[in-house]
T-cell receptor, first 110, second 113 residues
């Protein structure tokens, strides 16, 4: 099936550790996105990428890093510099106008 | 840069009653507008979109939205809701020549019997 796969669904991290969230798509889309979702704040854009080997900061990029070495993959690293990383993270890809979303990863810092 | 404001954070509504969710946007360029729905602990699904042309857009599950350029609004409506419409709804905007896709804070719709 074509779609976007985020893994894992649930992730626990110890404070001070970096953690990488996976996002893979087989829709042949050029653009990919990472959003953070917190209650009452909607989806806030972390990073987005229009093409392989290129990406732009979104509205809340501090404490996060990304790479886009392959068209299909756009991993997000939550670094120890992110002060409040507990959240629901959503990845999306976009071919043309429509964006398609993964099922999300819920990250909890313990 | 574009931005979106959803004017209602929570909308309670009785089953079979109509519902309207309000969305205003700001942009200095022409835009594409979207409404998405999210069920608990899931990703987002596209309900409908406005690209150009007719200002009344029909989407899935009986939803429709009207683009109003003069009021910079894109309100979502459904004439008769069901219990299954209980979800969070997001308005989103993208410049027509821009990859950046920005979302509002969301509106939680709770449908009661």
């Amino acid at each position: 099936d074509g779609g976007i796969t985020q893994s894992p669904k649930y992730l626990f991290r110890k404070e001070g550790q970096n953690v990488t969230l996976s996002c893979e798509q087989n829709l042949n889309h050029d653009a990919m996105y990472w959003y953070r979702q917190d209650p009452g704040q909607g989806l806030r854009l972390i990073y987005y990428s229009q093409i392989v080997n290129d990406f732009q900061k979104g509205d809340i990029a501090e404490g996060y890093s990304v790479s886009r070495e392959k068209k299909e993959s756009f991993p997000l690293t939550v670094t120890s510099a992110q002060k409040n990383p507990t959240a629901f993270y959503l990845c999306a890809s976009r071919g043309g106008v429509n964006a398609f979303f993964g099922q999300g990863t819920r990250l909890t810092v313990v | 840069a574009q931005s979106v404001t959803q004017l209602d954070s929570q909308v309670p509504v009785f089953e079979e009653a109509p519902v309207e969710l309000r969305c205003n946007y700001s942009s200095s360029v022409s835009v594409y507008l979207f409404w998405y729905v999210q069920y608990p602990n899931q990703g987002l699904q596209l309900l409908l979109k406005y690209l150009s042309g007719s200002t009344l857009v029909k989407g899935i599950n009986g939803f429709e939205a009207e683009f109003n350029k003069s009021q910079t609004s894109f309100h979502l409506r459904k004439p008769s809701v069901h219990i299954s419409d209980t979800a969070e709804y997001f308005c989103a905007v993208s410049g027509s020549n821009d990859y950046k896709l920005s979302f509002g804070a969301g509106t939680t719709v709770t449908v009661r019997a």
